[in-house]
């Protein structure tokens, strides 16, 4: 008989930091728990969250998902446990449970306008157009409606209102600043949350003593009733691991320019196939960047083929600053470097 318990305590843990602290889900999975000794019978809302913020291995004994490594980060769903309920919500018995999770509609509405356009027929455009939605995401937490329609005037495939839709308005969200009555945006992970009066930025981890505010401080934005911001879910899965996509293109187009045996470097290639593209030499090189550095490795897998991209090298690169000590792991034919050493090896090779 199948053991329910891991994906309804996922789902039950998504709903509880949305406030659900009841949840059916939730329910059953502490009864089974406590049924199997795991926890007492009367355990904390913020002691659960704790725990979940834990790598899975440490505690959990029964049967999970070998695809999560941790289902929280900070208070918000972890990468890999969205990917895993994204992946749940294809069976019937999970659809109605996840479907009200708001962190996952955000990056539904993301996910639908990357699948249109990768339908489309006329790949060139959909290609260049999908460039300009990332970057233009990646570049503008806060936005108006003027903004995007002035940036989106001429595109035939995507519409102001597609991106309308990816953002909300910011006076909606617990962001403005009730002392200096302004709202922040870090040049590292975007718009600042609020939290009981003080900023925290939304992924911490993502700065640290690299946060642009220990040295000329954040962005301040004027509070205007036209004034938008990326809703979380875009901004956690979109803008924060675009900024170190866009560092890295930035630096390959330097090296570029100064060898010319490096191609010019192509972003989101195959419509978001890869984060990055370039010949060097005679070898087309293949890059997906990843936000953070550390034992992230143990839970990735080869990057795939693509049956229009023949590339001959492929990386995983992360940000050098979010170095820690690493799990050796041995992928089939994907080397993983943090972008100082990809940077030196495209030198190299040049």
């Known amino acids: 008989m199948p053991d329910y318990t891991f994906p309804y305590f996922a789902i039950g843990i998504a709903k509880l930091l949305e406030g659900n602290r009841y949840s059916s889900e939730l329910r059953y999975a502490l009864g089974q728990l406590t049924l199997k000794d795991w926890f007492p019978q009367i355990v904390t809302a913020s002691g659960l969250l704790a725990l979940c ?3 899975i291995e440490t505690w959990w004994r029964g049967e999970a998902a070998d695809s999560v490594d941790v289902l929280l980060v900070g208070d918000r769903l972890s990468e890999s446990a969205e990917n895993y309920l994204n992946t749940l919500r294809k069976e019937s018995r999970y ?45 503008h937490a806060f936005a108006t409606k003027s903004d995007i329609r002035n940036a989106f005037a001429n595109t035939l495939l995507i519409t102001p209102s597609d991106v309308r839709d990816l953002y909300m308005r910011a006076d909606d969200m617990s962001l403005r600043d009730p002392q200096a009555n302004v709202y922040y945006n870090c040049q590292r992970c ?8 003080i900023p925290q930025p939304l992924k911490p981890q993502v700065c640290g003593a690299h946060c642009p505010r220990w040295r000329e401080g954040w962005e ?5 009733k036209h004034l938008l911001v990326l809703r979380r879910g875009v901004q956690e899965r979109t803008l924060i691991p675009g900024v170190p996509e866009l560092r890295l293109l930035a630096a390959l187009r330097d090296l570029h320019a100064a060898h010319g045996t490096i191609g010019e470097p192509v972003l989101w290639p195959g419509i978001d196939s ?30 795939p083929h693509h049956p229009d991209i023949h590339w001959h ?9 979010r170095e820690v000590e690493k799990v050796q792991v041995q992928l089939d034919w994907t080397e993983i470097l943090s ?9 190299q090779e040049a």
């Open 53 to 55: 913020r834990q790598p």
């Open 95 to 139: 659809t109605d449970s996840i479907s009200g999770i708001a962190q996952l509609a955000d990056n539904d509405l993301f996910r639908q306008l990357l699948l249109r356009l990768r339908q489309e027929d006329n790949r060139a455009r959909a290609q260049s157009e999908y460039v300009q939605l990332r970057r233009f995401l990646i570049e």
């Open 190 to 197: 975007g718009a600042v949350p609020i939290e009981e009066g």
């Open 220 to 224: 301040e934005i004027a509070p205007s």
């Open 274 to 303: 890869y984060d990055i593209a370039m010949q060097v030499g005679d070898a087309l090189w293949v890059v997906d960047v990843k936000d953070r550095g550390g034992n992230f490795g143990r839970f990735l897998k080869d990057i």
């Open 313 to 321: 090298r492929a990386f995983y690169v992360y940000p050098h600053e």
């Open 339 to 347: 972008d100082q050493a990809f940077l030196a090896l495209v030198a």
